[in-house]
């Protein structure tokens, strides 16, 4: 565990050193929870997001884009729950004045006392070596047993505490299981209140009488409200989805974890309207397209698993989220969920506007149910970096640090190097870059040795260099180095674009989805 903390550090501030995330307003010394792209970074991005949006919008035909406003009228978020539910149990510390998530708090605690089990568990396994039998010593370890039984008795006392909203009660068990506040070391808390995770600010000037209006949670909510009118402009047939993505807001208490949460982040989300009834086959369906989505990328099929809600919110009768293995263990990247026709139901009631369907084929009109697939772009950006970044020990002991970033993916596709910054050598190079850089991001480098430029380039996750020597002056060829293997080859420099073109395309990576 402590390996992995080492790794996901050495990401953050590998990040920042090669220009993908940089903390926000940082001369200032930054603002909590808030991060900018760099130049690297932003590419990443576009590039992840173009391969969320062409596979929604090329691959199914039945699903068409919008890009709604981040504001919206402040009823919506009455209708959807978020006013009165969109809700996080908060405590605070009287003496280092910190404040936590009551939620939080509890679930380190389970934590903790897990670790203890791991730790029992691990020696033990030391002590047996071969013979070790983890189930049988689970089963039979005194202080395993008490330390499960603690958590089981937590576990259920906090389940109980959140689902009754009985805030009373989650501040009893931090009391009961003498939990401290990591900063002041005491149990001097307050009591627990519930606080609204959205953000709001005015509209109009204070004189008119401003309206409060708040930044959107989520972007589902701007394809609902537009449901008729993409519907009705496109003269759209159930089944069909609509596919949006676009910053969201929530003022994240426990805001930690780098881009893993954020306050201010980007959702790439589709709603699919199907007939009701036939939810749960479409949940099934893109339940099992989006893993796909995931898995073609090939940063490893066992980094990621399903995790399916027992407890489901009150609106929706299946729901599963897509985990990913961050160096901090596995974490939720997306999650599918089976909403039935509350969003819809629900805004018709508020606006008093009829949102029916009416289906030619059975004759009858209905509130459309609702499929919800919801991705986070920071999420999967950090999925991708932490799934791509290695640091190989090569041959005469030197290490390199290489992000095997997904072809199609990577911010720069192809290097180009004059070996020498002299006899023509930049000039060919540059002749080269002038020819390729319609078809995809190049960089041309000429400072420092090859070698610490292919260092960079790896840093950086670009899949090709080309090196551009004396010969290539007089034989046309170059030697393309490959990133993953560092594996050279001589190339005609006319085959260049097709043969990079193909191997970096986002076309490929969306056939092999198609295919799979
Ligand atoms: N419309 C459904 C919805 O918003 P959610 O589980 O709250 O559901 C969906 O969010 C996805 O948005 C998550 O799986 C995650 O990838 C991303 N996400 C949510 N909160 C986030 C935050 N504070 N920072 C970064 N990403 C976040």
Same mark, same amino acid.
């Given at each position: 565990?402590?390996?992995?903390?080492?790794?996901?550090?050495?990401?953050?501030?590998?990040?920042?050193?090669?220009?993908?995330?940089?903390?926000?307003?940082?001369?200032?010394?930054?603002?909590?929870?808030?991060?900018?792209?760099?130049?690297?970074?932003?590419?990443?991005?576009?590039?992840?997001?173009?391969?969320?949006?062409?596979?929604?919008?090329?691959?199914?035909?039945?699903?068409?884009?919008?890009?709604?406003?981040?504001?919206?009228?402040?009823?919506?978020?009455?209708?959807?729950?978020?006013?009165?539910?969109?809700?996080?149990?908060?405590?605070?510390?009287?003496?280092?004045?910190?404040?936590?998530?009551?939620?939080?708090?509890?679930?380190?605690?389970?934590?903790?006392?897990?670790? %203890? @089990?791991?730790?029992? $568990?691990?020696?033990?396994? /030391?002590? *047996?070596?071969?013979?070790?039998?983890?189930? !049988? +010593?689970?089963?039979?370890?005194?202080?395993?047993?008490?330390?499960?039984?603690?958590?089981?008795?937590?576990?259920?006392?906090?389940?109980?505490?959140?689902?009754?909203?009985?805030?009373?009660?989650?501040?009893?068990?931090?009391?009961?299981?003498?939990?401290?506040?990591?900063?002041?070391?005491?149990?001097?808390?307050?009591?627990?209140?519930?606080?609204?995770?959205?953000?709001?600010?005015?509209?109009?000037?204070?004189?008119?009488?401003?309206?409060?209006?708040?930044?959107?949670?989520?972007?589902?909510?701007?394809?609902?409200?537009?449901?008729?009118?993409?519907?009705?402009?496109?003269?759209? %047939? @159930?089944?069909?989805? $609509?596919?949006?993505?676009? /910053?969201? *807001?929530?003022?994240?208490?426990?805001?930690? !974890? +780098?881009?893993?949460?954020?306050?201010?982040?980007?959702?790439?989300?589709?709603?699919?309207?199907?007939?009701?009834?036939?939810?749960?086959?479409?949940?099934?369906?893109?339940?099992?397209?989006?893993?796909?989505?995931?898995?073609?990328?090939?940063?490893?099929?066992?980094?990621?698993?399903?995790?399916?809600?027992?407890?489901?919110?009150?609106?929706?009768?299946?729901?599963?989220?897509?985990?990913?293995?961050?160096?901090?263990?596995?974490?939720?990247?997306?999650?599918?969920?089976?909403?039935?026709?509350?969003?819809?139901?629900?805004?018709?009631?508020?606006?008093?506007?009829?949102?029916?369907?009416?289906?030619?084929?059975?004759?009858?009109?209905?509130?459309?149910?609702?499929?919800?697939?919801?991705?986070?772009?920071?999420?999967?950006?950090?999925?991708?970096?932490?799934?791509?970044?290695?640091?190989?020990?090569?041959?005469?002991?030197?290490?390199?640090?290489?992000?095997?970033?997904?072809?199609?993916?990577?911010?720069?596709?192809?290097?180009?190097?004059?070996?020498?910054?002299?006899?023509?050598?930049?000039?060919?190079?540059?002749?080269?870059?002038?020819?390729?850089?319609?078809?995809?991001?190049?960089?041309?480098?000429?400072?420092?040795?090859?070698?610490?430029?292919?260092?960079?380039?790896?840093?950086?996750?670009?899949?090709?260099?080309?090196?551009?020597?004396?010969?290539?002056?007089?034989?046309?060829?170059?030697?393309?180095?490959?990133?993953?293997?560092?594996?050279?080859?001589?190339?005609?420099?006319?085959?260049?674009?097709?043969?990079?073109?193909?191997?970096?395309?986002?076309?490929?990576?969306?056939?092999?989805?198609?295919?799979?």
């Amino acid at each position: 565990m402590a390996q992995q903390e080492d790794v996901f550090k050495k990401l953050v501030s590998h990040c920042k050193e090669y220009g993908f995330v940089f903390p926000s307003s940082e001369i200032y010394d930054g603002l909590g929870a808030v991060y900018d792209y760099g130049q690297n970074g932003v590419e990443l991005k576009n590039n992840i997001k173009k391969y969320w949006w062409d596979s929604m919008t090329l691959l199914n035909e039945n699903v068409v884009g919008i890009d709604s406003a981040i504001f919206m009228h402040p009823t919506i978020w009455k209708a959807s729950g978020h006013v009165d539910a969109f809700n996080d149990p908060l405590i605070d510390n009287k003496d280092s004045k910190k404040r936590y998530r009551a939620d939080v708090l509890i679930e380190e605690q389970i934590a903790k006392l897990e670790d %203890k @089990i791991n730790k029992e $568990i691990e020696k033990a396994a /030391k002590r *047996f070596g071969d013979a070790f039998d983890e189930k !049988q +010593f689970r089963e039979t370890n005194s202080r395993v047993l008490e330390n499960q039984a603690k958590i089981n008795e937590l576990h259920a006392r906090f389940a109980k505490a959140l689902n009754d909203n009985d805030l009373a009660d989650l501040r009893q068990i931090i009391l009961d299981y003498e939990i401290v506040c990591p900063v002041s070391g005491t149990r001097n808390w307050t009591d627990v209140r519930q606080f609204n995770l959205m953000f709001a600010t005015e509209m109009g000037s204070t004189a008119d009488g401003a309206m409060k209006v708040y930044l959107r949670p989520e972007t589902a909510q701007g394809i609902f409200v537009n449901f008729l009118n993409v519907q009705k402009s496109g003269r759209m %047939k @159930i089944p069909f989805g $609509i596919a949006q993505i676009g /910053k969201a *807001f929530r003022n994240e208490i426990v805001a930690r !974890q +780098f881009i893993f949460r954020m306050r201010e982040f980007e959702q790439m989300e589709m709603q699919f309207f199907v007939r009701p009834g036939e939810e749960l086959d479409w949940f099934a369906k893109w339940k099992e397209m989006r893993l796909k989505w995931h898995k073609a990328l090939e940063l490893g099929d066992a980094k990621y698993r399903y995790h399916d809600h027992e407890k489901l919110a009150h609106y929706a009768n299946a729901a599963t989220d897509i985990e990913f293995e961050m160096p901090f263990g596995f974490k939720e990247v997306e999650g599918i969920h089976s909403r039935t026709d509350f969003d819809l139901s629900s805004h018709e009631k508020f606006s008093g506007k009829k949102i029916h369907y009416f289906d030619p084929e059975q004759n009858q009109s209905y509130i459309p149910y609702v499929v919800e697939t919801s991705i986070g772009v920071d999420r999967m950006f950090l999925s991708i970096m932490a799934g791509s970044y290695c640091e190989e020990t090569l041959e005469g002991g030197d290490t390199r640090v290489v992000l095997k970033l997904p072809a199609a993916l990577a911010p720069v596709k192809l290097a180009i190097l004059p070996l020498v910054k002299k006899d023509g050598l930049p000039e060919k190079a540059l002749e080269i870059m002038e020819t390729l850089k319609f078809n995809f991001n190049c960089r041309y480098d000429e400072k420092d040795t090859v070698g610490k430029r292919y260092r960079r380039q790896d840093a950086i996750g670009t899949p090709y260099c080309v090196t551009v020597d004396y010969d290539s002056l007089n034989d046309n060829c170059v030697t393309i180095r490959y990133r993953d293997t560092m594996e050279q080859e001589r190339v005609p420099i006319a085959e260049l674009g097709n043969i990079i073109s193909d191997k970096v395309s986002m076309k490929n990576l969306l056939k092999k989805i198609a295919e799979s």
